[in-house]
């Protein structure tokens, strides 16, 4: 589902984030990806939307080579793909409902199909109370499941996560977490990346080290 | 198709919804869009009005041959028939003494002046339409006319014509150069209307490309908001040339009634009043297509 193969990833500034990573993912699996701040985990996870491309190297997702990716191709890969970010990237001009709604604008739903799978969304998150609320009325972990609804919502095939918890008490932390291995047992290949060593204890799972670029045992 | 049609919607409400949420400032856009437009339009209209005032009046270079006042009908015909033949005139018309005598008593302030007279001065004419335009052609057939038999005077009417036609050429080149510049002012007006709608919705393009929205998607309610904003200012534009020709019609009439007439400046015609709407909507489109060309690809999700 994901390959990784000798990929390296330099900035225009000359900063090696990546050095020479290989790993798969397999469908349906659930892996943690950890490392200190700064070890290249933000950057990892990146290269599998195409938000960034390989310096070297190949990303392959679902087949496709995500760096030799025609950027008119890229959207279409994203729709496959839910993302979580620590900082959750809501829009807070709209409602919860509305924001959850937003990936469904640019799908082939109709409109009463893409309201039953928004409110289908926020109910697996336990939001289906709070849907008219406006985002900033939630708490930091109300705003993460949220977050997670809208990256949902497209059923994507995979699901990574960019350090979901970090703003989040330990409770909220384990709720998130929670979520993410319901949508796996359902087959979703999920991706969390995170600097919380108690959270990855907390769930037996593959765990990824990574270390300034470089995955380490 | 469905989901295609349902996002044009979509972006189509989220253009009006953007025009409902800064009322004051798409009205102020529209309005600098509608005095903008108005210029030339209105330039247009008076062009149009001076084409109807001189209506009666040939534009095109002609020949007046006025026969001898002792020329009998059968001389006028003979003579009319010979101009027939002649290749280097496209027509003519034949004018009798009598129908001249009853256009000049028609005319304002002459009817009594002819009656006063107690005989028809005026000969046979005929009004002729020369083939060429070229000055010197008409001038030299001029002078053959004049050696026919018969024949009293040819008057070339082609320097007045030439001078009308001038005019309304430098102030039709006029009125196009005034729509260029001011078809630039309304791209640039559009272009940074959408330029300041891209930024303040930098967080949600963002998001959207984020989470899989296409470059169309996302272009496709700036598009309609140009547009719009365009439709706008072109329907300001009509109504402040409507106002306008509405308020010049009061003195018009006036003027008109001293020389006997009911001429009266019009609105542009249904077909030119669309052309100015798709104008301003196209120009509309064209400065969203830019701006957002330009700035959308400066926001890329890192």
Do not use: C
Not at chain 2, 278 to 302: D, Q
């Amino acid at each position: 589902m994901i390959s990784f193969s000798a990929v390296a990833k330099r900035y225009p500034g000359g900063q090696e984030a990546l050095k020479g990573l290989s790993f798969s993912i397999a469908q349906g699996e659930f892996a943690f990806i950890a490392g200190h701040s700064g070890a290249g985990k933000s950057t990892l996870l990146k290269l599998i939307p195409a938000i960034e491309r390989p310096t070297s190297g190949t990303v392959l997702v679902n087949g496709q080579n995500v760096g030799a990716l025609k950027k008119s191709a890229v959207p279409y890969l994203r729709r496959n793909v839910g993302l979580v970010f620590q900082d959750q990237k809501l829009l807070y001009d709209r409602s919860v409902y509305d924001n959850v709604m937003l990936p469904l604008a640019f799908s082939e739903l109709g409109g009463r199909e893409a309201a039953r799978r928004a409110r289908a969304a926020l109910e697996k998150v336990g939001l289906a109370a709070r849907e008219r609320a406006n985002p900033i009325q939630l708490s930091g972990g109300e705003q993460q499941r949220l977050a997670i609804a809208r990256a949902v919502v497209n059923r994507p095939a995979i699901l990574i996560a960019d350090e979901p918890t970090a703003n989040l008490d330990a409770a909220s932390a384990a709720s998130v977490l929670e979520i993410f291995a319901a949508f796996n047992q359902v087959g979703v290949t999920v991706l969390v990346a995170t600097h919380d060593e108690a959270l990855i204890g907390r769930f037996a799972r593959r765990v990824l080290r990574l270390a300034r670029g470089s995955i380490v045992p | 198709m469905r989901a295609w049609l349902r996002q044009h919607r979509q972006a189509l409400a989220a253009a009006f919804g953007k025009i409902g949420a800064q009322k004051a400032a798409a009205a102020l856009n529209a309005l600098v869009i509608g005095i903008a437009l108005s210029l030339p339009a209105g330039g247009y209209a008076l062009l149009g009005g001076l084409r109807a005032a001189t209506a009666g009046a040939a534009l095109e270079p002609q020949l007046s041959l006025f026969l001898r006042a002792d020329a009998t009908r059968a001389d006028a015909e003979a003579l009319g028939a010979r101009l027939k033949g002649e290749a280097r005139l496209r027509g003519l018309r034949f004018v009798p003494r009598e129908q001249a005598l009853k256009e000049l008593q028609s005319s304002e302030g002459l009817a009594e002046v002819v009656a006063a007279l107690g005989r028809n001065p005026l000969p046979d004419a005929f009004v002729l339409h020369p083939a060429s335009s070229d000055p010197a052609t008409i001038e030299a057939l001029a002078a053959e006319l004049r050696a026919l038999p018969g024949v009293a005077h040819v008057q070339a009417d082609s320097a007045w014509a030439r001078r009308l036609r001038a005019i309304a050429g430098t102030a039709r080149l006029a009125i196009a150069l005034l729509a260029a510049l001011l078809a630039f002012g309304l791209v640039a007006i559009t272009f940074n209307t959408i330029r300041l709608q891209i930024l303040t919705q930098r967080a949600e393009i963002e998001i959207s490309k984020l989470i899989g929205a296409t470059d169309a998607f996302i272009r496709r309610p700036f598009y309609y908001l140009g547009a719009l904003q365009g439709l706008a200012g072109g329907l300001v534009a009509l109504a402040i040339l409507w106002s306008s020709i509405a308020a010049l019609n009061i003195g018009v009439a006036e003027l008109a009634a001293s020389y006997g007439s009911d001429f009266r400046l019009n609105f542009l015609a249904p077909g030119d009043s669309l052309a100015v709407l798709l104008f301003s909507v196209g120009l509309g489109w064209l400065g969203a297509y830019l701006s957002v060309s330009k700035y959308l690809l400066e926001i890329e999700p890192r």
